[in-house]
């Protein structure tokens, strides 16, 4: 199994039952391989995942890490699409992030390399991110809301000169944590 290899499987059913997809690698659109955008439970028995609730990796996005998920409000969903899917790519365990205030990396910054429930409580001084770079092995869950609540993304190593480049609505973050649960 490669470094970036993992196993999901998608049930249309609540508590892992109806028709399931099992998916291996990146997953563009689910509809492609016969199966409609509508999951009500999943299974991840490898790897972290990044899914979408459309496809071509756009839309709502959810980490899902190794464990059970009977129902979709167990993965943050407020409904039951799900369109595609891939792995978190991971490299290791050696996490860095770097937050800007300002886009294309201005501003005040603040490195972590560690998870953080509350943003402004240690001392970032505004409820938004416009840039940032993520060093290291590791990838991280940014939340609009404190501890880790509201409207997720994921980002992995790179420079993300803006919000919109890591598909953010707003740059509305309070919260940060590290995918940890990946084996």
């Known amino acids: 199994m490669s470094q970036y290899s993992g196993k999901i499987v998608f049930y249309e059913g609540k508590c892992f039952t109806g ?7 990146d ?3 689910f509809q492609d391989r016969g199966f409609m955008n509508r999951v009500n439970s999943i299974r991840v028995e490898t790897g972290a995942w990044i899914c979408f609730d459309h496809p071509d990796f756009r839309g709502q996005q959810y980490i ?3 464990g059970e998920y009977p129902e ?5 969903a407020h409904n039951d699409h799900m ?9 290791g365990e050696h996490y860095r992030i770097e937050l800007f205030e300002g886009c294309n990396f201005t501003g005040q910054c603040m490195e972590f390399c560690d998870d953080c429930p509350f943003l402004q409580g240690r001392g970032w001084n505004k409820n938004c991110i416009n840039a940032l770079r993520v060093y290291g092995d590791g990838a991280w869950v940014m939340y609009e809301e404190p501890n880790y609540r509201g409207r997720m993304y994921i980002v992995e190593r790179g420079n993300y000169r803006s919000h919109t480049d890591w598909q953010g609505h707003s740059a509305n973050i309070q919260s940060i944590r590290r995918v940890a649960n990946y084996f």
């Open 19 to 25: 028709r399931k997809l099992e998916v291996y690698g």
């Open 64 to 66: 899902l890490e190794r």
């Open 72 to 76: 979709f409000h167990r993965w943050n």
């Open 27 to 29: 997953s563009d659109n």
């Open 83 to 91: 369109g595609s899917c891939r792995p978190v790519r991971m490299h």
